[in-house]
């Protein structure tokens, strides 16, 4: 059978600069923006989404990093002003609370990790410019670490601390980072250049992770898997889409909401190839 999207449970609130956490039968997507900017927060369960406690602080691109029922929702852009926030809320599975805050004011950044060893990069403050700045947190603070190689915001991400990777953006919308827990280094380029793009949040590591849609100039439904060295193409997204929100592993991704054009609420869930055994009687001797 060959790996493909389908249709999973629709959103309940359709929204685009939204992004996830979490496995695909156990996600979490966070904020967004529809015409008015979101507070809403969403659960799946793998077939369908539950709306549940609302963000303090209504929001979207924020970083969202962690799983389900341990999430973290991180700066973010709440206009006016044009700029981006510190504000990191802190999710137990039911309700929000205040966190530790970030040192360096961002939107448009990217999350991975762990509510007790997560990293956010990139970004933007205000949102014309683009960061290289990344933080990373060890349970009870943030604190600046190496910057990486690249200034860009708007980009994808996925990995763990100690293992994560960050790809696409503007402005090298093909450029593609590995970071170690300590530094930076360039990896192979995205084979489409897109910005606005997701990933799998919860690869177990840099080698495990889907780019998924973003916006080459238009919406793509373009996926890509990278291997540890390089990207290859795999089945694109059924709704072409930019600004989405990502969750899962790349054996078992998950795309949510967008903007396809117009809002999107739809949601589609990723199967790999799998073989069968197609034998009707055999004997051993």
């Known amino acids: 059978t060959a790996a493909a999207w389908a249709a999973g449970g629709n959103l309940g609130t359709a ?18 923006y529809n015409g008015a900017v979101k507070s809403n927060v969403e659960e799946y369960n793998g077939a369908s989404w539950s709306e549940e406690n609302n963000l303090g602080t209504s929001r979207y691109n924020v ?22 926030s510190t504000t990191v809320e802190d999710y137990n599975g039911s309700s929000w609370e205040a966190a530790p805050s ?24 205000p949102r014309s410019t683009a960061s290289n700045l990344a933080e990373e947190f060890n349970g009870s603070s943030w604190s600046a670490v190496n910057t990486n190689g690249t200034t860009r915001r708007n980009v994808g991400a996925g990995g763990i601390q100690t293992s994560a990777l960050y790809f696409g953006g503007g402005p090298t919308p093909t450029a593609t ?5 300590t530094n930076w280094t360039a990896g192979g380029n995205l084979g489409t250049g897109r910005y606005f793009t997701s990933g799998s949040s919860n690869a177990p ?19 890509e898997g990278y291997d540890g060295t390089s990207w290859s193409t795999r089945p694109s ?34 199967t790999p190839e799998s073989t069968a055994a197609n034998i009707k009687d055999f004997t051993t001797s």
């Open 15 to 32: 929204r685009a600069y939204v992004t996830g956490a979490g496995l695909q039968t156990a996600a979490i997507v966070v904020a967004g």
């Open 63 to 84: 970083a969202t990093l962690g799983v389900q029922t341990a999430a973290f929702a991180c700066g973010g852009r709440t206009p006016p002003p044009d700029t981006g």
């Open 102 to 125: 970030l040192n360096s004011a961002r939107t448009y950044l990217m999350g991975v990790g762990t509510t007790t060893a997560g990293l956010v990069a990139m970004g933007a403050n």
């Open 177 to 181: 980072e590995e970071y170690d827990g």
């Open 205 to 223: 590591g840099n080698s495990a992770v889907f780019a998924i849609g973003g916006n080459t100039g238009s919406s793509t439904g373009a996926t």
């Open 237 to 270: 997204l059924g709704t072409a889409r930019h600004a989405l929100a990502g969750a899962g592993t790349a054996s078992a991704a998950l795309a949510a909401g967008g903007n396809a054009p117009p809002w999107s609420n739809a949601t589609e869930e990723f």
